[in-house]
């Protein structure tokens, strides 16, 4: 159905809607799309399928010769349903009020409603609804109630059938995600295409500097000098960041790492373990030793690494590099007493 763009027209909606909204049609489902609408506006909707006759229209010719997309009457409704796919709803809601209720001979009750993709929030809309008893119901909320109820319908329906309408929700359903809300913003876009571009290389540009300043660090942070027992210094490039690395093993066992970054949000320095084992010593034993950290453990941000210290991207480097390298010092203080201490 998202194939052939059957979905984008109001009109094949309807026709299927139709179909499904007949309990006396070959789908199976008796009144399973019946229910799962009406219900949302009347929880005392009844349709009795072994002894009610029920007639769908399409395209119902009104008092004032418009169209209204379904009309439905039982022995106790008349049910008038006008179908909003994307366009606005600039029907006449009086003229169909008034067919529905021509319609209600024999005492049956009128039902009025406006089926959308979305529910209709402007003033305009809102007002017109109000004023002739109309009822605005989302596609969303007739699907949830069909997928609940479907269940019981399963071993009696006609599985092609089944398959067709779950096509079809389907089908709505990535009609009415968010980017089919954000219109106006895609507008935006649209008419602020060239600014917005300017934009984009520009922060580019200044990510491009930002991650410039990760070499200038490892530059100024030798290994032979400030951090002799690391495993290894190196420098990990992702997809939208760089980040300085240095990994360490203490106690021949656990693996930890230190990774310095920086994006527009700053400064980061982090401790962590490289695996779970590793996390656990780091936090429940080397974190805990008091000549470890300058701070006690628990003034530290901590989820699944420690943030040893943050700064603003402007802050010289040499502060970053130093603060850097206190805390490498401290891992090979520890590294070394441990290691003393276990006769390594």
């Known amino acids: 159905m998202e194939i052939s763009g059957y979905p984008h027209y109001e009109n094949v909606c309807s026709n299927i809607l ?20 009406l219900h949302l506006i009347d929880k005392d909707f009844q349709f009795d399928i072994d002894f009610e006759q029920i ?17 439905i009457l039982t022995e106790n409704y008349t049910i008038g349903i006008e179908n909003k796919i994307f366009h606005h709803l600039h029907n006449d809601l009086a003229d169909y009020k008034n067919t529905v209720k021509s319609l209600c001979y024999n005492s049956r009750k009128s039902i009025c409603i406006v089926l959308s993709m979305n529910k209709l929030t402007s003033n305009e809309d809102v ?23 479907i269940g019981g319908h399963l071993n009696i329906s006609n599985i092609s059938y ?23 913003l895609w507008t935006f876009f649209k008419t602020n295409s060239e600014i917005i571009q300017e934009l984009t290389n520009s922060f580019n540009e200044y ?20 951090a002799p027992l690391a495993d290894k210094q190196w420098i990990y490039k992702g997809s939208s960041l760089l980040v300085l690395v240095h990994d360490y093993t203490v106690n021949s066992q656990y693996k930890l790492a230190v990774d310095t970054t920086i994006d527009v949000n700053g400064w980061q320095i982090q401790l962590f373990g490289r695996n779970s084992k590793s996390s656990d010593f780091i936090f429940n034993v080397m974190c805990k030793d008091n000549n470890f950290l300058p701070k006690p453990f628990e003034n530290y941000e901590r989820g699944e690494r420690l943030i040893y210290q943050r700064f603003d991207t402007d802050i010289d480097i040499s502060t970053v590099a130093k603060t850097l390298t206190d805390l490498l010092t401290r891992i090979e203080n520890y590294k070394k007493r441990t290691d003393e201490n276990n006769g390594i």
Request: net charge negative; no cysteine; glycine share 0%.
């Open 18 to 37: 139709k179909f499904y909204l007949d309990p006396t049609n070959e789908h199976g489902l008796k009144d399973l799309v019946l229910n799962s609408l």
């Open 55 to 71: 007639e769908v229209y399409r395209e119902y010719r009104t008092i004032n010769d418009n169209r209204l997309d379904l009309v």
């Open 127 to 149: 007002e017109k609804i109000n004023a002739n008893d109309f009822v605005n119901v989302t596609y969303e909320q007739v699907f949830q109630n069909v997928k609940q109820n």
């Open 162 to 184: 089944i398959n067709h309408l779950t096509d079809f929700i389907k089908s709505i359903e990535n009609l009415t995600p968010k980017t089919m809300e954000n219109k106006a």
């Open 207 to 226: 990510k491009n500097l930002l991650f410039q300043k990760i070499h200038q660090l490892n530059d100024a942070i030798s290994k032979e000098e400030f």
